[in-house]
């Protein structure tokens, strides 16, 4: 399965945006997706994530509230909705999926725990 995230873009303090993780050569439906973001000089670090059957999420405190993880497996995609964008915001996000074989649990928190992952998108919000 190959991931494919976009919808990154330069946006204000405030906006919102939407983005993608398109998966290819391969379906979705029985896959546990995340979202990663690594902002300049940090380590890479865990955003939202979304089991297997769209039923179970998980947010990094820092997003809760403002961002939503949803997946279309009609679509072959899984989305990250991002509302009221901070400059602290700013990362290069990236996607990343795995064959669902455990309770969705705080373990899909981890890279680890991902065996696909896709290049990256920038988001840059500005002040």
């Known amino acids: 399965v190959q991931l494919q995230a976009s919808g990154g873009g330069l946006v204000q303090a405030g906006d919102s945006l939407r983005l993608a993780c398109a998966a290819s050569g391969g379906s979705f439906g029985r896959y546990a997706v995340g979202w990663f973001r690594q902002a300049p000089g940090k380590e890479r670090e865990f955003v939202a994530g979304v089991d297997w059957r769209g039923s179970n999420t998980n947010y990094a405190d820092s997003v809760k509230g403002r961002f939503t993880i949803s997946r279309d497996d009609a679509k072959n995609t899984v989305y990250l909705q991002m509302i009221s964008l901070k400059p602290e915001d700013t990362a290069v996000y990236y996607c990343?999926?795995?064959?669902?074989?455990?309770?969705?649990?705080?373990?899909?928190?981890?890279?680890?725990?991902?065996?696909?992952w896709g290049r990256g998108t920038l988001v840059t919000v500005s002040s």
């Open positions: 990343a999926g795995s064959p669902q074989f455990y309770t969705y649990n705080i373990y899909y928190t981890r890279e680890t725990s991902y065996d696909y």
